[in-house]
């Protein structure tokens, strides 16, 4: 199985405020499935709209890191 079917592009990532960018062919996946995946290698992930901003969580950890 694919982690993340049908995503095409990682457009960036910023550690310090614990964001990913992604853009998807929303034709072949959802933001739902792109959620598991990251679920799967044990990251919390949720969509943020245009213009929400991230709160950060200084006390979680990166089990990956």
Request: net charge negative; aromatic share 10%; hydrophobic share 30%.
């Amino acid at each position: 199985s694919t982690l993340f079917p049908y995503t095409t592009l990682f457009r960036s990532t910023d550690v310090e405020h614990q964001t990913v960018t992604i853009t998807y062919d929303a034709d072949k996946t959802t933001v739902e499935n792109i959620i598991k995946g990251f679920e799967k290698i044990k990251y919390n992930a949720r969509e943020v709209k245009d213009g929400e901003q991230v709160v950060t969580d200084e006390e979680e950890e990166c089990p990956n890191m």
